[in-house]
């Protein structure tokens, strides 16, 4: 276990020293899956191929090829279904050759009950096509045998980020893990300051695993960020009830308990599912609107000389900030970059083109930007300057709840957005109706319900709030 330390970061330096404790293994892990895909797809033809020439003399039979090239879209829909190339697969060999073998003898099984009914099975050779089957079983073991010994190799051995941070709770230690003590980054879970959160967000990023040991009076403080920020998370010992417990993990060795407080809202194969919605998407938006939006940024050049863009930092994923592009609405000398006022009906600081593109919604087209980028989402919670009030109260002092939303990637429209709360937040209720809008879509998200909001959003594009 490595430990880590470091000075206090202010919101300014941030980037530099905490970005990058842990690498991401995301990524790696992704191009494992597709490899592992890829080598099962080779070791099937190849299995199939060899079947047919030890058994008939020739590997090109078509029939024999065939049924392979049959098999493999069964086999790969079940198996990603099961965790065939999941992160578990990685790290156990004997889990990974069960669920391929899993997937493949259901697979084998669909395919001999399609070829019955539809009395194509005499075509192929039994003989053959078995032991086909026999050899594919045999190839995909050796392969996922094969597996933690390249992890080993190059990867050390490790598939996993694992953070502990050591909040004066009781002792633990995990294996492969960093450690980083909570005074030395001034890490408070009571605290609203957004940015400790954001500076405990980039400490969080890229983590798969996050351990809080904590006095018992503060895990409960604890448990609601770590749901906020979107991770995996557990505290050490607690009681389950307040925490909000959703499962309990027992470490023998240090005969130490932990409680699963948070796991996040998507998982692997949903945030995949939701990205590639995004990028298709917003890049298809991109290239759709260009004429559209070369057009809004010339008027706004024209009209006062001043910038196109305007970029205010803003909350997003894990509450780290994120810098958002929108089109300057506002009078140079008059921007808010803090969000402290809203903006009320005939704002004297909005420019004449600022009016037009406020009203239509055509401000938050550079967002598309955003999404590309990552630091944002089609659809999710919109995010909220660092100035924004409700009631003379900031968001957070309304509803600690709040800081829930930023669990998931802003969006550029949302279910609040289409329910019609947008616009000012003169009143405590203008914040509240968002927030429980915010954490229903969060607890029942899917990409079925991200194709509606889009949907709904073409018509709530203007509004009366909108100004």
């Known amino acids: 276990m490595n430990k880590l330390s470091g000075p206090l970061v202010d919101s300014g330096s941030s980037d530099t020293?905490?970005?990058?404790?842990?690498?991401?293994?995301?990524?790696?892990?992704?191009?494992?899956?597709?490899?592992?895909?890829?080598?099962?797809?080779?070791?099937?033809?190849?299995?199939?191929?060899?079947a047919g020439l030890l058994y008939e003399g020739y590997w090109w039979r078509a029939q024999n090829m065939l049924a392979a090239q049959t098999l493999l879209p069964v086999y790969f829909t079940i198996a990603l279904y099961n965790q065939?190339?999941?992160g578990r697969a990685l790290d156990d060999w004997m889990f990974a050759s069960r669920q391929a073998l899993t997937?493949?003898?259901?697979?084998?099984?669909?395919?001999?009950?399609?070829?019955?009914y539809t009395k194509s099975n005499a075509e192929f050779s039994r003989v053959s096509v078995t032991l086909g089957f026999i050899f594919s079983a045999i190839m995909v073991v050796a392969m996922r045998r094969l597996v933690p010994l390249v992890i080993a190799r190059y990867w050390g051995g490790r598939t996993s980020n694992r953070l502990i941070i050591d909040d004066g709770g009781p002792s633990f230690a995990l294996d492969n893990s960093l450690r980083i003590d909570a005074a030395e980054y001034e890490l408070d879970p009571t605290s609203h300051d957004p940015f400790m959160l954001d500076r405990l967000g980039k400490l969080l990023q890229n983590q798969d695993k996050v351990v809080v040991s904590t006095p018992q009076e503060r895990r409960e403080a604890w448990a609601f960020l770590l749901k906020s920020t979107g991770v995996y998370g557990e505290v050490v010992s607690g009681p389950a009830h307040s925490l909000g417990a959703i499962g309990v993990h027992r470490y023998e060795v240090q005969d130490r308990t932990t409680l699963v407080v948070s796991t996040g809202p998507l998982g692997f194969r949903s945030r995949i599912s939701k990205r590639l919605f995004d990028i298709v998407l917003a890049g298809g938006a991109l290239v759709i609107l260009s004429p559209l939006l070369l057009f809004i940024a010339a008027?706004?050049?024209?009209?006062?000389?001043?910038?196109?863009?305007?970029?205010?930092?803003?909350?997003?994923?894990?509450?780290?900030?994120?810098?958002?592009?929108?089109?300057r609405s506002m009078k140079v000398e008059q921007n808010d970059a803090n969000g402290d006022r809203s903006t009320a009906r005939d704002d004297d600081r909005v420019t004449k083109i600022g009016a037009f593109i406020r009203r239509t919604s055509?401000?938050?087209?550079?967002?598309?930007?955003?999404?590309?980028?990552?630091?944002?989402?089609?659809?999710?919670?919109?995010?909220?300057?660092?100035?924004?009030?409700?009631?003379?109260?900031?968001?957070?002092?309304?509803?600690?709840?709040?800081?829930?939303?930023?669990?998931?990637?802003?969006?550029?429209?949302?279910?609040?957005?289409?329910?019609?709360?947008?616009?000012?937040?003169?009143?405590?209720?203008?914040?509240?109706?968002?927030?429980?809008?915010?954490?229903?879509?969060?607890?029942?998200?899917?990409?079925?319900?991200?194709?509606?909001?889009?949907w709904r959003t073409i018509f709530v594009l203007r509004h009366d709030n909108a100004f």
């Not at 995301?26 to 070791?43: C, G, H, I, S």
């Not at 008027?299 to 089109?327: A, C, S, T, W």
């Open 17 to 50: 020293n905490l970005r990058g404790i842990a690498p991401s293994l995301e990524k790696r892990r992704l191009r494992a899956y597709v490899l592992l895909m890829l080598f099962d797809a080779a070791l099937i033809n190849l299995a199939f191929a060899s």
């Open 84 to 86: 065939t190339y999941g």
């Open 103 to 116: 997937a493949l003898v259901i697979s084998a099984a669909l395919l001999n009950f399609v070829a019955f």
């Open 299 to 327: 008027r706004i050049k024209l009209e006062d000389g001043g910038p196109v863009l305007f970029v205010q930092r803003r909350l997003g994923r894990g509450n780290q900030f994120f810098n958002m592009l929108k089109y």
């Open 362 to 454: 055509i401000d938050e087209l550079p967002q598309i930007i955003n999404v590309l980028r990552g630091d944002m989402a089609i659809v999710g919670p919109r995010p909220h300057a660092l100035g924004s009030q409700a009631g003379n109260k900031y968001f957070w002092e309304v509803d600690a709840q709040y800081w829930r939303r930023h669990c998931l990637k802003p969006g550029l429209t949302g279910l609040a957005q289409v329910r019609g709360h947008r616009g000012a937040t003169a009143q405590e209720k203008d914040l509240t109706d968002r927030l429980q809008s915010d954490l229903e879509y969060i607890s029942g998200w899917s990409l079925r319900r991200d194709i509606e909001i889009v």
